[in-house]
Every structure is written in C-alpha cells, then in structure tokens.
C-alpha cells in the first residue's frame, strides 16, 4: 500500500491517518536566529591595535538558559578536537558554541607576533560574547588546558558576566606545572628516551622526525591521549594538523614536555579566590597538569566543585568519558538550578 505525503496548511500529513509530524522540541527551534542559513556559523569582527579581524564561532542547540562557549587549548590550535560534545551535550539539552581564537585554522591568522598577547586574547573573548549575547543568566564558560588559563584570566576581569566557570586540565600555575612534568617525566620515562628528547629540544631540531616518534608513544598515549596513536579519534588528528606554530611557540614554547614562552611565569594561585562565580575544576590521573593542584584550586575559588577522571589523561575527554561528560554536565545542570 502506497502512503502519500502532502503539504497542507504548513503541516507535513500523510495520507494514513493524516497525522501531522511533530513540532521540533525547544532545543532544535531556530526560530528567530540569525544564524540557520550558516548551520550556527558566524564570523565574528574583532577589533585589535593591528585592526579588525573575523574569528569562527558555531552554535548548536537552543537553551536560553544555558549557553556554553568552548575555549580551546594551544594556545594556536582549534575548536575540532573538541567535537567529541556533539555526542553529548545535545542530549543533555545544552546550548554550546564551538570558537577558534584568532590565529587558528577557521579565524583569521594575521601574520602580527605582538596579537599573540593573553590580555588581547581575554578582550578577544569579551568581544565574541557580546556579539553572541550571553550575559550573567545564561553564560557558562569552559576552558580545556590553554583555554582554562585563559578561562581563569576571563573570569578575573569579567566574572560579572559569568554564570558558570569550567576550568579543564589546567592548573593555576604554570612554574607549578613544569616542576610537577618534569618530576613525571624523570620518574616515568626511560632515561635514554628523555635524554635525546631534551637534546633535540636543546638543539632545536624539534622538527626532525625523531622527535615525535619519540613523543608519541612516550608522551602523547601517556600523558595526552591514552589512545594508541594509530585509533586516534579523527577531529584529534585533525587538530594536530591544523595547529598554527606562529602562536603556539610564541606562547607555549617549542618543548612538549614543559612551558618555555611568553606564559612561563604565568601565575594566579594566589587571586583564585577573586572568582565568585560557581566554578567547576577537571583533573585527571593520567595528565602532566597535577591532579591534586586542581582539586585543591577547587577549594581556593569562592564556590567549587572539583571533578577527578581516575582513567583521564589531558584529553580525558576522550580516555575518561564516562566520568568526565556525566559530572560536567551535572555540574551545569546543578548551576542551572
């Protein structure tokens, strides 16, 4: 038997029955946005001392109670590796927009070293969420690794914007960080295979291939991703390929096995407890950002929560998704109430 599908009166009905298909629920209703012809893309100006430029942001869902903008790590690399959201935060009713920082692969790279600044980067932010309208009563801001430092600097200027802080596999200190690595590094990683890693940083040659067939197995599915490398997830491969080294070394250093750039002393330990809003820290066992750094960072800010990942390393968004997806998203819902 044939079933026939007809427009009428703006309903879809079909001819059994003539039963109209459902409304589409609250969180897929693009009613009102400007943004459905781009699928949630928007190009956003940013004005700098070296001019204007576009950085790419993407929304998905519709809450307007909830709004979540994702900072990426790097800094230099992009949005892409954190795509693993999509699998879940739409059912949790979440509203989250994806966002490359100025230099990354989707915004504008403008070849101009003194842009690759954090106070530039924390009025970068400011800039994006006016122009994405989120304010005090809807705004939740997360930060994974680089993201999470730019996070906590975000929320020191603007926390009256804020309604909830997610600060991921980032510690408040980055001299804290190089001494907790390097402790790591001597107790976990074969002597030899350190010593030639740090020769090659030391003579920079970070670009011989060596050096990552070194990395690979003894940092990254230790310590970055505890995937082996060939069943990497693709948007991680993806990001990897896309990450600028104009910023990324500037800022970071050329060294995967500690901070070297401009952020070296970067330190907030002592103005944590500055931020009001509710915060959520993530750490993880597995991760060369110290575990009980960021739990006790937790206890340091006004009003947090601290979430461990016992099988997570820096990406435990990935190795440790069943711990790190449920108590995020339970710490928003919680914020949200």
């Known amino acids: 038997m044939k079933t026939s599908i007809a427009l009428a009166g703006g309903l879809l009905l079909a001819s059994c029955g003539a039963r109209p298909i459902a409304e589409p629920q609250p969180y897929f209703d693009n009613s009102g946005r400007d943004d459905v012809l781009s699928g949630g893309v928007k190009m956003i100006p940013i004005t700098t001392s070296k001019g204007t430029f576009h950085v790419w942001t993407k929304r998905v869902g519709s809450n307007p109670r909830i709004k979540v903008l994702l900072l990426h790590g790097g800094p230099g690399f992009t949005h892409e590796y954190l795509e693993c959201f999509d699998s879940h935060f739409p059912g949790a009713g979440i509203e989250y927009y994806y966002y490359d920082q100025?230099?990354?692969?989707?915004?504008?790279?403008?070849?101009?070293?003194?842009?690759?600044?954090?106070?530039?980067?924390?009025?970068?932010?400011?800039?994006?969420?006016?122009?994405?309208?989120?304010?005090?009563?809807?705004?939740?801001?997360?930060?994974?690794?680089?993201?999470?430092?730019?996070?906590?600097?975000?929320?020191?200027?603007?926390?009256?914007?804020?309604?909830?802080?997610?600060?991921?596999?980032?510690?408040?200190?980055?001299?804290?960080?190089?001494?907790?690595?390097?402790?790591?590094?001597?107790?976990?990683?074969?002597?030899?295979?350190?010593?030639?890693?740090?020769?090659?940083?030391?003579?920079?040659?970070?670009?011989?291939?060596?050096?990552?067939?070194?990395?690979?197995?003894?940092?990254?599915?230790?310590?970055?991703?505890?995937?082996?490398?060939?069943?990497?997830p693709e948007p991680v491969q993806r990001v990897f390929k896309h990450m600028n080294p104009k910023v990324y070394v500037p800022m970071q250093g050329p060294s995967e096995l500690g901070a070297s750039g401009t952020l070296e002393h970067w330190d907030r330990s002592k103005d944590l407890g500055k931020i009001t809003v509710p915060t959520l820290t993530i750490g993880a066992a597995h991760d060369t950002m110290d575990p009980e750094h960021m739990k006790w960072m937790s206890t340091?800010?006004?009003?947090?929560?601290y979430l461990y990942c016992p099988n997570g390393s820096h990406l435990a968004e990935y190795d440790d998704p069943d711990h790190y997806f449920p108590g995020l998203i339970a710490f928003i819902k919680d914020v949200d109430k």
């Open 102 to 232: 100025l230099g990354s692969f989707y915004s504008d790279q403008p070849d101009e070293p003194s842009l690759w600044d954090l106070d530039r980067f924390v009025d970068e932010v400011e800039q994006v969420r006016q122009a994405l309208k989120l304010d005090r009563d809807n705004f939740y801001l997360y930060g994974q690794s680089w993201g999470g430092l730019l996070a906590i600097e975000y929320a020191l200027a603007h926390q009256d914007h804020l309604k909830g802080l997610i600060i991921s596999n980032m510690v408040s200190s980055i001299p804290q960080y190089n001494a907790y690595a390097d402790k790591l590094f001597k107790a976990t990683m074969d002597p030899a295979v350190l010593a030639e890693i740090k020769k090659l940083e030391a003579t920079k040659t970070t670009d011989d291939p060596r050096y990552m067939a070194l990395l690979i197995p003894h940092h990254y599915e230790k310590h970055v991703i505890r995937i082996p490398y060939a069943s990497w």
């Open 300 to 305: 340091e800010v006004k009003n947090g929560r």
